[in-house]
């Protein structure tokens, strides 16, 4: 069989190219369903032809078909035409409304089906899958916009610069600092990421922090365990009852962050090896901390945690001064001093950051500066700093009892991560 630019078509391209075109077809159908459902002039047979068709056009294009390329344009053109007659249909039906949703997710089905038919394949599918989310949600996505207070909204643009602007004009290989590279973009994503965390915390705790100490402690601790511990404190001076409570917050706060530790770790690991291995222990810790807290705490207490602001600039940006000192710091303790060097520089970073040391032993390992072993065992030197620091604080706050308890238990978490840690070390060899 020939094809149209003269060349041979076996099945094989042939079931390809039909493959991509039933694919695109479902996904278009996918996305109709919402609005077929919504009872809209747009339905599910709609959005799997507009899809199927921008498909067939791509293939046409890519087969060198004259006037393929024109087909694809103005395939998208007629769809932005039946979107501006629905959008005019709506507008004067007082009902219906202007239906430019319904208008743009056309588009983006006919834009599915162009993607899949050119093998990009996996973006054709998120565009599906996100366009979709939307249109399910949209209640939950206006209550949510039509909630936000000024200050919120001032937030969250700024957060939005942060990550879809400064982020991409950072360069993207390694400057040199102090004798060391540093990764400037890497650790500028690990400050947008920490910040994204910050934010869905505020919106937990905005909407549940009330209602328990599972909320408060846990979804607390992503943000700020050290917050946590200091309400927890105030909580028994004014309540010595709420012993066991207070207890179970700390340790739950401890979980959270070993949580947010193991999730900073992952876009960085190499190999799921690496992974399993820094996520043994700290696992260790957070599925600990869960286990002891359902067990100690008093449930019939409920306590807040007051958060100002879902993400602040200048919170960012100490944060991130803060972690580029650590990686500074961990790198050329690494360089001068080998493993010990970097070992302690973490632990002393566990005072203010593991945060920061968790990524910043990511980074040296991503790069080959540091070991797996020395990595992973500066990550858990970092938590185990950090939760030595509640444990401090808790005496600080003037109650023994809460203070030994918290000292016993967080003790006997991080002997079991460290034994995690240790075996794993041990099968590796």
């Given at each position: 069989m020939i094809g149209p630019t003269g060349g041979a078509v076996g099945p094989e391209l042939l079931a390809g190219e039909v493959a991509r075109v039933a694919a695109a077809t479902a996904l278009g159908l996918f996305m109709g369903l919402e609005r077929e459902w919504s009872r809209k002039s747009a339905g599910v047979r709609?959005?799997?032809?507009?899809?199927?068709?921008?498909?067939?056009?791509?293939?046409?294009?890519?087969?060198?078909?004259p006037g393929g390329d024109l087909l694809v344009v103005a395939g998208a053109a007629l769809v932005v035409l039946q979107g501006a007659a629905l959008a005019g249909r709506g507008l004067l039906d007082d009902d219906r409304g202007l239906a430019l949703t319904t208008s743009a997710s056309m588009l983006?089905?006919?834009?599915?089906?162009?993607?899949?038919?050119?093998?990009r394949y996996l973006a054709g599918v998120v565009v599906a899958v996100l366009s979709a989310v939307l249109l399910v949600f949209k209640r939950e996505l206006h209550s949510l916009a039509l909630g936000l207070d000024r200050a919120e909204l001032r937030s969250v643009a700024e957060f939005a610069i942060l990550a879809f602007v400064v982020l991409p004009l950072l360069p993207t290989e390694p400057v040199g600092t102090f004798g060391v590279e540093v990764d400037a973009r890497a650790v500028w994503a690990m400050v947008v990421f920490v910040a994204a965390i910050?934010?869905?915390?505020?919106?937990?705790?905005?909407?549940?922090?009330?209602?328990?100490?599972?909320?408060?402690g846990f979804v607390g601790g992503l943000a700020s365990s050290t917050a946590v511990v200091g309400s927890m404190v105030?909580?028994?001076?004014?309540?010595?009852?709420?012993?066991?409570?207070?207890?179970?917050?700390?340790?739950?706060?401890?979980?959270?962050?070993?949580?947010?530790?193991?999730?900073?770790?992952a876009p960085f690991a190499l190999s799921w090896e690496f992974l399993l291995r820094a996520g043994a222990p700290l696992g260790t810790v957070?599925?600990?901390?869960?286990?002891?807290a359902a067990f100690v705490a008093d449930w019939s207490h409920e306590t807040e945690v007051d958060l100002d602001s879902p993400f602040s600039t200048r919170?960012?940006?100490?944060?991130?001064?803060?972690?580029?000192?650590?990686?500074?710091?961990?790198?050329?303790?690494?360089?001068?001093l080998g493993a010990g060097g970097f070992l302690v520089a973490a632990a002393l970073s566990g005072l203010v950051s593991s945060a920061g040391a968790a990524g910043s032993g990511a980074l040296l390992y991503q790069r080959g500066a540091v070991s797996?072993?020395?990595?992973?065992?500066?990550?858990?030197?970092?938590?185990?700093?950090?939760?030595a620091v509640k444990s401090g604080l808790v005496?600080?706050?003037?109650?023994r009892r809460l203070a030994r308890r918290v000292t016993a238990w967080s003790t006997v978490l991080v002997v079991g991560a460290g034994a995690v840690a240790l075996a794993g070390f041990l099968g590796g060899t």
């Open positions: 709609t959005f799997a032809l507009i899809a199927m068709l921008g498909a067939v056009f791509t293939l046409l294009a890519a087969a060198a078909v983006a089905a006919y834009g599915v089906g162009v993607l899949v038919a050119a093998d910050g934010i869905v915390n505020y919106v937990l705790v905005a909407n549940y922090g009330g209602r328990g100490i599972a909320v408060t105030d909580h028994v001076r004014r309540d010595p009852e709420a012993t066991s409570f207070a207890l179970a917050g700390v340790l739950l706060a401890n979980a959270a962050m070993a949580l947010r530790n193991l999730a900073i770790v957070a599925v600990g901390g869960v286990v002891v919170n960012a940006l100490a944060f991130g001064a803060l972690f580029l000192c650590i990686v500074v710091v961990t790198a050329v303790a690494s360089a001068r797996a072993e020395v990595a992973v065992a500066g990550i858990l030197a970092a938590t185990a700093v950090s939760i005496f600080a706050g003037g109650d």
